[in-house]
C-alpha cells in the first residue's frame, strides 16, 4: 500500500516524473498541454490521467474561460464593449469580487482598480499566484467627490463628510477599499456619515443616486459627475486596467475590444465623457511569472 500512487500529484512530483523544471510545468499548464485540477488556488495532476497523457492516449483539454468581462464597472470600457460588437457579457461586482472571479476561472478579462502601496492593481494581481495572464493598461481616471449642489460650497475633502448622507459601493469594490482608506486617514469612523441600506454597484448608480437627491455625496470618478451635471472635488488620479487571460486574448471577442481600443471613436469618447488619461492605454503593465 506504501508504494501506491497518489490520486494526485503535486507540481514538483510531476517536474520529478517529467524531468523538467517546475517553471516548465506551469507553462505547460498555462498552455492547457496537460491534464490537471485546480483545487482552491493549487494545482494538482490526476496520476491516472497524467500517466494516459505521458503515453499518448489521452490529450489534455484546454479550460475554456466564458466570454465575460467581470470586476469593476467603466463607462467607458462600458461603451466600448457595446460599440465594438465585441460580443462579450458583463458582471459588474466590484475589483475584489471580480478578480476572484476572474482567478477561478470564471471570466476572460477583469476589470480593476485596486489601490496599493506603490502602485495600482499589481500587488494585488500578483498575490494571487496566476498563471497566463497579463495586465493591460487601460486609463488613468481622476476620482474624488461627487456632491450636489447644496453641499457643494461646504464640502471640499473627505473630512467634510461627518454628519452628511453619503452613497457607497458594494463590497468588493475598489472604490470602497479607497474610501475606506480616505476616510481613516481623515479620522472618520463609518459612524461619522449617514449612509442608505443598499449600495451602488456601479459609476453610473452612484452618481445618480446623488442626482436624485437620495445622498449628498459619492465617492465617484469625474465622467459620471459630468454627466448627471454634478459638483466635482478631485482627490486622486487612479489607475483602471484591464487583466485578460493569454488564451482568450486571442479569441475573437477580445480581439474585437483591443482592435477598437486604438480607434479615434475611442479617443473621442474618452475626451466627450472626460477625467480620463488615455496616455498608458494599451501598454503591458504586468505579465505572470
Not at 43 to 68: C, K, N, S, Y
Request: glycine fraction near 10%; charge should be negative.
Amino acid at each position: 500500500m506504501e508504494n501506491e500512487s497518489p490520486a494526485y500529484l503535486t507540481t514538483k512530483e510531476v517536474a520529478d516524473l517529467l524531468r523538467v523544471k517546475e517553471r516548465k510545468v506551469y507553462d505547460m499548464v498555462s498552455d492547457g498541454e496537460i491534464p490537471h485540477r485546480k483545487i482552491t488556488g493549487k494545482l494538482l495532476f490526476p496520476h491516472g490521467e497524467l500517466m494516459g497523457w505521458i503515453e499518448g492516449a489521452a490529450t489534455a483539454q484546454p479550460v475554456e474561460r466564458p466570454a465575460l468581462v467581470t470586476g469593476s464597472h467603466d463607462p467607458l470600457l462600458d461603451w466600448a464593449l457595446r460599440e465594438s460588437g465585441a460580443g462579450l457579457a458583463t458582471l459588474w461586482n466590484g475589483s475584489c469580487d471580480g478578480l476572484a472571479h476572474f482567478s477561478e476561472g470564471g471570466a476572460a478579462i477583469a476589470g480593476l482598480h485596486i489601490p496599493g502601496e506603490d502602485d495600482w492593481n499589481i500587488a494585488a494581481v500578483a498575490a494571487r499566484g496566476l498563471q497566463g495572464v497579463v495586465l493591460i493598461g487601460w486609463a488613468e481616471r481622476e476620482r474624488g467627490l461627487i456632491l450636489t449642489p447644496g453641499v457643494a460650497d461646504m464640502v471640499r475633502g473627505v473630512a467634510d463628510l461627518r454628519g452628511r448622507r453619503v452613497i457607497l459601493r458594494q463590497e468588493g469594490a475598489g472604490t470602497t477599499a479607497l474610501f475606506d482608506i480616505m476616510m481613516a486617514e481623515a479620522g472618520l469612523a463609518p459612524s461619522d456619515i449617514l449612509t442608505p441600506t443598499t449600495p451602488a454597484h456601479t459609476e453610473s448608480d452612484a452618481a445618480a443616486a446623488v442626482a436624485a437627491g437620495e445622498a449628498e455625496a459619492t465617492l465617484g470618478i469625474e465622467a459620471m459627475a459630468r454627466q448627471f451635471r454634478l459638483a466635482f472635488r478631485p482627490l486622486v488620479c487612479e489607475r483602471f486596467d484591464l487583466l485578460i487571460d493569454r488564451r482568450s486574448y486571442f479569441t475573437e471577442p477580445v480581439q474585437r475590444l483591443v482592435s477598437f481600443m486604438r480607434s479615434d471613436a475611442m479617443i473621442a469618447k474618452a475626451a466627450a465623457l472626460g477625467g480620463y488619461d488615455l496616455a498608458g492605454l494599451g501598454k503591458v503593465r504586468w505579465v505572470s511569472p
